[in-house]
């Protein structure tokens, strides 16, 4: 079967059995779990500026092991998270309990979000968009699901992978975005869905990431229409 003959489903399993299997080490990632008190408060400052005072409603997309999920409530919002891979929602679920947070955490799809209009203040996603087949799909979905006057934030990068991983190989030709984007690159992508009030801001500090990131890394803030 060719790239160009994969069905999104395909597509999708193929996501959802790397990320399984990404599961139980995610958080050993610097880049991807939270590991001491100096990153952690690194990222609550972030959000904090990013998503707004609380309380909020916040749907976190591509939750995956709950990171970002826990720190929006610790900042006091109230936080849906919502990822493909059940293994990653077992971590995030444990996590919520250890840390005594009361987050719901549901399986699905970000290109087809199970809520109604206008249901949520904020949409977050972290290292999300350039695992998705449809990724403007995915941001009509964003947009539909954020009240008017809301916001979406995306934490994203530009990695501009050498070969493509190779659990990845089967189905990178299939993710328009795979290889991330450089953060002026995703504004036009973002701005050409005719959504226009987009900031931006680099995350390439050490403490934000356990380490000094190899890629170019940032956060979007986009402002859905009143």
Not at 42 to 47: P, Q, T
Not at 189 to 197: M, N, P
Request: charged fraction near 30%.
């Amino acid at each position: 079967m060719t790239h160009s003959e994969q069905s999104d489903e395909d597509v999708k399993d193929v996501v959802q059995r790397y990320w399984n299997g990404r599961a139980d080490a995610y958080d050993d990632d610097g880049i991807s779990g939270v590991h001491d008190a100096e990153q952690r408060e690194a990222w609550l400052s972030v959000l904090r500026t990013w998503t707004g005072e609380p309380s909020r409603r916040v749907l976190d997309l591509g939750c995956g092991t709950g990171t970002v999920s826990l720190l929006l409530a610790e900042l006091g919002h109230d936080v849906t998270g919502v990822d493909l891979s059940p293994r990653m929602l077992e971590r995030a679920r444990a996590k919520a309990r250890e840390a005594d947070r009361s987050i719901e955490f549901r399986t699905g799809d970000a290109e087809a979000v199970a809520v109604p209009d206008n249901a949520y203040d904020v949409v977050t996603a972290r290292h999300l968009i350039w695992t998705l087949p449809n990724p403007s799909n995915a941001l009509r979905e964003w947009r539909r699901v954020v009240r008017p006057g809301g916001r979406i934030v995306l934490v994203e990068g530009y990695w501009d992978f050498p070969q493509p991983w190779e659990e990845y190989r089967e189905i990178h030709d299939d993710l328009p975005l795979y290889h991330g984007r450089p953060p002026e690159a995703l504004v036009d992508f973002v701005a050409d869905h005719g959504l226009e009030e987009i900031e931006h801001e680099s995350l390439t500090e050490p403490v934000l990431w356990g380490e000094e990131p190899e890629q170019d890394l940032y956060i979007v803030g986009i402002d859905v229409p009143e």
